[in-house]
């Protein structure tokens, strides 16, 4: 019986399941998005988002705890140009979102095992999905004192053809 157990173990041992899982982060954070399993999706994105949680976390503190979050992350990837990415472009992109950094999308069955496939991506990174959104304001505008503007009665436009064509 399995009680108490959380996680997919994905049918390897812990430091070969530890190895690929952090490869393939490196391999997200380098190039945005890959095409896995579901269940290695799913693992993944358990994995990779206290990660980016903690990357984000380096802008808002001082250097010390900073240099201290990197030194964690580093634990966890072991890759020093996917750390660079991470807390550099990555970290700025998905700084005012309150989590949720990756989404699943299924894409059916791989044609040799019919296994169920996933791809993984960064939110932020697509542009498809985020280009018919508009860029937040910066500036706040005030109710106060706007006082009421008056609205201009509609004008009446008249046909000209029309008036012309009866002549």
Avoid at 107 to 115: E, I, K, P, V
Wanted: proline share 2%; aromatic share 4%.
């Amino acid at each position: 019986m399995r009680h108490g157990k959380k996680g997919n173990h994905l049918g390897r041992k812990t430091a070969h399941r530890k190895a690929m899982l952090a490869n393939m982060a490196c391999s997200l954070i380098e190039h945005k998005r890959i095409n896995t399993t579901v269940a290695k999706a799913k693992a993944l994105k358990v994995f990779i988002e206290p990660l980016i949680t903690k990357s984000k976390a380096e802008n808002n503190q001082t250097t010390e705890k900073g240099t201290h979050n990197r030194r964690i992350v580093f634990r966890s990837l072991r890759d020093k140009h996917a750390i660079t990415e991470l807390f550099g472009q990555v970290s700025e992109k998905v700084g005012e979102r309150p989590g949720g950094y990756t989404r699943i999308i299924k894409l059916g069955n791989r044609l040799g095992d019919n296994a169920d496939m996933a791809m993984i991506e960064l939110v932020d990174f697509n542009e498809i999905y985020n280009a018919d959104k508009a860029k937040k304001k910066t500036t706040r505008r005030s109710r106060r004192g706007s006082g009421a503007k008056e609205a201009t009665p509609p004008v009446a436009l008249t046909d000209t053809k029309a008036d012309d064509s009866e002549e």
